[in-house]
Nanobody, 118 residues
Framework: QVQLVESGGGLVMAGGSLSLSCAAS????????MGWFRRAPGKEREFVGR???????YYADSVKGRFTISRDNAKNTVFLQMNNLKPEDTAVYYC????????????WGQGTQVTVSS
C-alpha cells in the first residue's frame, strides 16, 4: 500500500552535517507516525527517532541535540537533519511508517548509506 524511498545519504567528515529525505506514496500520509532507524556494520537495527502526524518528536539518547526530524505533510515527506556527525553514526539509515492504530512500523524503505569519516 505504501512505498518509502530514502535519499540524501553520502560521505561526510566528522563534525559535518547531512540531511536525509524520505518520500512516501500513500493517501493518508498525515496520519502516519514516521520513524528513522539505522543499522551499522555488524550491528542490529537501532531506533533513531520518530515524528507524529502533528509534529511531535522523540529521539534516541545517542542523537539528541544533534539530529532533528521534521515532516511536510503536503509533500508526503519526512526529513532527518544530522549535525555534528560522528564516525559511529556510520550506518544505513531507514525510514518507516506506522499506520493509525497499528502500533507497529509496517512499511519500510530500502535505506540510504551514511558514512562519516574521521
Amino acid at each position: 500500500q505504501v512505498q518509502l524511498v530514502e535519499s540524501g545519504g553520502g560521505l561526510v567528515m566528522a563534525g559535518g552535517s547531512l540531511s536525509l529525505s524520505c518520500a512516501a506514496s500513500g493517501r493518508t500520509f498525515s496520519t502516519y507516525i514516521m520513524g528513522w532507524f539505522r543499522r551499522a556494520p555488524g550491528k542490529e537495527r537501532e531506533f533513531v527517532g520518530r515524528i507524529t502526524g502533528s509534529g511531535m518528536t522523540y529521539y534516541a539518547d545517542s542523537v539528541k541535540g544533534r539530529f532533528t526530524i521534521s515532516r511536510d505533510n503536503a509533500k508526503n515527506t519526512v526529513f532527518l537533519q544530522m549535525n555534528n556527525l560522528k564516525p559511529e553514526d556510520t550506518a544505513v539509515y531507514y525510514c518507516a511508517a506506522v499506520p493509525p492504530f497499528s502500533g507497529e512500523y509496517v512499511y519500510w524503505g530500502q535505506g540510504t548509506q551514511v558514512t562519516v569519516s574521521s
